[in-house]
DNA sequence: CATTCCGTTGCTTAATATAAAACATTGTTT
DNA sequence: AAACAATGTTTTATATTAAGCAACGGAATG
């Protein structure tokens, strides 16, 4: 680990949690450094375009090169390209919010986001991250990795209450995923964001992993019984093409 | 300027450019620096999750921390916030694809893309840089920075030749400014990208800065002399009310 | 099976990052 | 308007770290 490489990028985080910007000697009070030493970090980050100066306030704020290299990474990511046409085929044929997740480090992260009608606002953003417990993507992964990491993940994250409906009762959420796995798809009935259901079916490369999930979300209150049967069926068919692109066989789920 | 964070975040760079990855060695290699060194690099890079490690290949590639940070950059750039329902507008009236580009450090930025009736594809997107030279958003924006800061500019970047439209005569491309400044809009055919004709307005602060432009795009030939006049009211009069949102003041054109 | 190459680790030391002190500038208080 | 305080920036000396050498384990190649 190279200590100076590590503090530099721990001002960048901290920095971007502060839409103002942040100043030289507030920086070095968190970091508990010398206001030289945070000042020569600065500078370097500035000269490659992670930071800039505002030249009004004198405050560091984020520059554009992380919105540069995301913009390199997500065209990099096979899976969203191949999965992007399947997307847009749901969003025609659903009219609600659609999402695409990897799963990374114990935890989803948006990397395409539909947004149907417009009639739903949600939290989710391309780039955040979002628990596993208490979303139909992240139970959908959690349903299809080996037993051990689940309960490894569940340990280090824990399962935080989100709303009312959060399952927080390890045992039955272990139950709940036996079902999802089951069954090929999972839903989440409010248990991340209060009015919203949302479900979501595993996508597998072509080693049978599981590196992604797609769902789809609405305000409950449009989500009856039919409705949800209609949605299952679009959901797992889009889940298994977008599968089957990335080189999975289906056949190995009849051999089980 | 930090010689180590200087390395490490030249290895991201160096990374981003390879879709596949790039193993230690050949990063010593192309840095002239020790395997060791740059493994040390590397680890604090993958910590961050600035890089991850193909589990298959051993190779490093990008981590998803920059599309966390471009999430949290986007977010917190109020001009892209309040122009979002202009942009929107904009593009119901016309159809066509809708740009909002800043200017950074002699180029401009897209922030924004919105799609049109998706007909036309076209090179941009968010996150990229593109020259001001050739495109209508570059050159609205050079129209109204300072005459020294133009040529500088002209000077470090030059005028590549795109298409055989691009102006590369700089007396040419002076008196070309002098017309967007005074027409208040300026129009690109297939300067940048053949067949592809675009119409930009400026964006100014509060204090009437030029800070961004926005621009609309269109396959050249849709682009009738008709339908170039009313795509320019669309876009001075949009240009003009993302201003105003910002605290420009139009008075202050009347003074001119 | 032997050789080569790559990624990774332990250890030493040369080079750099760090901090103290000082300075310049800006903002605040009297 | 003057004095004071705070912040950002620069210079300099040295303590600490980053860097590289050598070696190792594992994988790939001939």
């Given at each position: 680990?190279?200590?100076?490489?590590?503090?530099?990028?721990?001002?960048?985080?901290?920095?971007?949690?502060?839409?103002?910007?942040?100043?030289?000697?507030?920086?070095?009070?968190?970091?508990?450094?010398?206001?030289?030493?945070?000042?020569?970090?600065?500078?370097?980050?500035?000269?490659?375009?992670?930071?800039?100066?505002?030249?009004?306030?004198?405050?560091?704020?984020?520059?554009?090169?992380?919105?540069?290299?995301?913009?390199?990474?997500?065209?990099?990511?096979?899976?969203?390209?191949?999965?992007?046409?399947?997307?847009?085929?749901?969003?025609?044929?659903?009219?609600?919010?659609?999402?695409?997740?990897?799963?990374?480090?114990?935890?989803?992260?948006?990397?395409?986001?539909?947004?149907?009608?417009?009639?739903?606002?949600?939290?989710?953003?391309v780039g955040r991250r979002a628990p596993l417990h208490c979303t139909s993507v992240g139970k959908v992964i959690l349903a299809h990795l080996p037993?051990?990491?689940?309960?490894?993940?569940?340990?280090?994250?824990?399962?935080?209450?989100?709303?009312?409906?959060?399952?927080?009762?390890?045992?039955?959420?272990?139950?709940?995923?036996?079902?999802?796995?089951?069954?090929?798809?999972?839903?989440?009935?409010?248990?991340?964001?209060?009015?919203?259901?949302?479900?979501?079916?595993?996508?597998?490369?072509?080693?049978?992993?599981?590196?992604?999930?797609?769902?789809?979300?609405?305000?409950?209150?449009?989500?009856?019984?039919?409705?949800?049967?209609?949605?299952?069926?679009?959901?797992?068919?889009?889940?298994?093409?977008?599968?089957?692109?990335?080189?999975?066989?289906?056949?190995?789920?009849?051999?089980?």
């Amino acid at each position: 680990m190279v200590q100076s490489v590590d503090r530099a990028l721990t001002i960048i985080s901290l920095v971007s949690q502060n839409k103002d910007g942040m100043g030289v000697t507030e920086l070095a009070s968190h970091l508990e450094l010398n206001k030289s030493s945070i000042f020569r970090l600065l500078a370097t980050l500035v000269s490659h375009g992670y930071i800039e100066q505002d030249s009004e306030t004198k405050k560091y704020k984020l520059g554009y090169k992380p919105l540069e290299l995301s913009s390199i990474l997500l065209e990099s990511i096979d899976l969203r390209l191949e999965a992007k046409p399947f997307l847009k085929e749901l969003e025609t044929l659903t009219n609600e919010v659609i999402h695409l997740v990897v799963y990374d480090e114990g935890e989803v992260i948006y990397i395409e986001k539909l947004e149907g009608n417009e009639t739903l606002r949600t939290h989710s953003k391309v780039g955040r991250r979002a628990p596993l417990h208490c979303t139909s993507v992240g139970k959908v992964i959690l349903a299809h990795l080996p037993q051990a990491e689940v309960v490894s993940i569940l340990d280090r994250k824990g399962m935080p209450k989100h709303t009312e409906n959060t399952i927080t009762d390890k045992e039955s959420f272990m139950v709940e995923l036996d079902k999802i796995r089951n069954q090929g798809y999972g839903i989440e009935f409010e248990e991340n964001e209060p009015g919203i259901t949302c479900i979501a079916a595993p996508i597998f490369d072509n080693r049978g992993v599981i590196v992604a999930a797609v769902s789809i979300s609405g305000p409950s209150i449009r989500m009856s019984e039919e409705r949800l049967t209609e949605l299952r069926n679009y959901i797992t068919s889009i889940g298994g093409k977008i599968s089957s692109r990335l080189g999975w066989r289906a056949i190995s789920r009849q051999h089980r």
